[in-house]
């Protein structure tokens, strides 16, 4: 399967605790993209990665949260002191951006519940 | 955040029928996308508009990107039972560096067999 992966697909952690994420992009693609996604809402942008320079963050991103794309392949996002309200799912999407522009690939995401 | 404004909010229909909904804004777009959510998964691109007054078909979809830049309307046809699902319209400004996408708050399709 040559598509976004995600893993863990679930993760229950107790309040405090400190959790990290991973996403695989689509290999080709040079962008990387995480998103928070809470029920009955659509995707919410958090950061995104060109190569492995982080490029642009979201207000939505706390001190807490910290994303890393070391070697411009896969990236990480770690939650630390986690917080009831940090219950959600995270989509990760990876993109190759080109002439006719740039169209986002999602993983299944990472549904995370803070107990 | 910022979402689009995306209509109706759920349908509920019988296979076979026509399903339409519309994603509206304030702010011009430079693409716009269409994803299926199912649930527990991520969104699955569905198709991709990239000028305005684009209309693209995929199958028994067929998305329009609005002239203006700040609308876009999907479209499915005869509706089968695993149509059933979330439907969200994201837009892409494209300005800068940024390729963020802002997102509907969705449109939840159940097709009744």
């Known amino acids: 399967d040559t598509g976004v992966s995600q893993d863990p697909r679930h993760k229950i952690t107790k309040r405090g605790q400190n959790v990290t994420f991973r996403c695989d992009p689509i290999?080709?693609?040079?962008?990387l993209y995480w998103y928070r996604q809470t029920l009955g809402q659509g995707p919410e942008f958090l950061t995104y990665?060109?190569?492995?320079?982080?490029?642009?963050k979201s207000r939505l991103l706390s001190d807490r949260f910290s994303a890393e794309r070391p070697k411009g392949s896969f990236s990480t996002l770690e939650i630390q002191r986690t917080e009831q309200g940090d219950s959600a799912m995270y989509l990760c999407a990876s993109s190759l951006v080109g002439l006719a522009g740039e169209t986002q690939y999602f993983g299944p995401g990472t549904r995370l519940l803070v107990l | 955040g910022q979402q689009l404004n995306q209509s109706p909010q759920s349908m509920f229909i019988q296979e076979g029928e026509d399903v339409s909904m519309n994603c509206t804004s304030s702010s011009i777009f430079n693409t716009w996308l269409w994803y299926k959510q199912d649930p527990g998964e991520g969104p699955v691109l569905l198709i991709a508009?990239?000028?305005?007054?684009e209309l693209t078909s995929n199958g028994r979809l067929t998305a329009q990107f609005g002239i203006t830049r700040k609308d876009s309307f999907l479209n499915i046809s005869a509706s089968i039972p695993s149509d059933v699902g979330i439907y969200f319209c994201?837009?892409?400004?494209?300005?800068?560096?940024?390729?963020?996408?802002?997102f509907g708050q969705g449109t939840t399709l159940q097709v009744k067999p």
């Open positions: 990665f060109q190569n492995e320079a982080q490029l642009e």
């Open positions: 508009l990239y000028k305005a007054g």
């Open positions: 994201a837009g892409q400004r494209g300005s800068g560096n940024t390729g963020k996408l802002i």
């Open positions: 290999s080709e693609h040079n962008r």
